[in-house]
């Protein structure tokens, strides 16, 4: 039910605190934040299991790739030199081609 101008206006002359544009619904932004709370929290178990089967992985091969790795468990940190090594094959620009 909308307070027409006519009441607005009375209403404002006999008691400000009423008029329309004060009026707010009470406790609608805390509802709000809850329900964002309530929503990241429902996601991030989601997103915890995708970061460490999808990132995790990800990162795991690019520090890998930087090293020389032997089965025996021994690792050699190599840096650029694999992708240098790489881009001086030319078996592997064949295989791209």
Known sequence: M???TRTRNTLAGRHPEL???????????????REALAG??????TLII????KFLPIFGAGAMSLTE??????????????Y???AEDPNFWQACA
């Open 2 to 4: 909308s307070i027409n």
């Open 19 to 33: 008029t329309a544009p004060q009026l707010k619904p009470f406790g609608a932004k805390k509802a709000r934040s």
């Open 40 to 45: 990241i929290l429902f996601v991030l178990p």
């Open 50 to 53: 995708f970061g460490l089967f």
């Open 69 to 82: 790795y032997s089965l025996n468990g021994d690792f050699e940190f190599l840096g650029a030199d694999n």
């Open 84 to 86: 240098v090594r790489l």
